[in-house]
């Protein structure tokens, strides 16, 4: 029973260190977090869902970070059997009334160069910037080497970033 009732803590706390939102004019960004990297991995990933109530389409065109050399915007998507990833040059469409999720084995931010370790229970910044919306700063929560995150559909498309290359 007491292990039932800690796990159960465990679990609420977790979800809800996770949690969080931002707002910038019509774009909502709900819970921005990020993989914990191995040491000596040369990229990272990052997700969360951006959704636009507005009239008019937005595009994320990329961002910035103190802890990698890039932030790029990348799509993963399965090739004859093989896991791909390709970067996006002129970003991610956010369709107005819609809403876009970078996920794992999906659309995600890359960290390219990455000048320290992303630490599972930590957070990080990122400065997200948008063609019509501007700039906006979010935390992301770094999560575990093996966390898959809230957004669960078409988790088969599962992959490892520390072992792609990047061409
Ligand atoms: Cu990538």
């Keep these: 029973m007491r292990s039932m009732t800690l796990a159960l803590f465990a679990l609420f706390f977790s979800t809800s260190s996770l949690a ?23 990229v990272g990933g990052g997700f969360m869902s951006i959704s636009n109530t507005g009239d008019q389409a937005d595009r994320l065109l990329g961002g910035s970070v103190d802890f ?6 990348h799509e ?26 970078l996920r794992p084995g999906s659309y995600h931010l890359m960290f390219v160069g990455l000048q320290r370790r992303l630490v599972e229970g930590e957070r990080e ?23 898959r995150g809230p957004h669960q559909e078409g988790d088969a498309m599962e992959m490892d970033h520390g072992d792609m290359s990047h061409e």
């Design 76 to 101: 993963s998507s399965m090739a004859g059997g093989m896991m791909r990833m390709q970067h996006l040059p002129d970003g991610l469409v956010v369709p107005e009334g819609g809403k876009v999720v």
């Design 125 to 147: 910044t990122v400065t997200l910037m948008f063609e019509r919306a501007g700039e906006i700063e979010v935390e992301i929560s770094v999560a575990g080497p093996g966390e």
């Design 68 to 73: 990698a050399s890039e932030v790029q915007i």
């Design 20 to 42: 969080h939102d931002y707002t910038l004019n019509s774009l909502s960004i709900d819970h921005p977090w990020a993989r914990a990297t191995a040491p000596g991995a040369p």
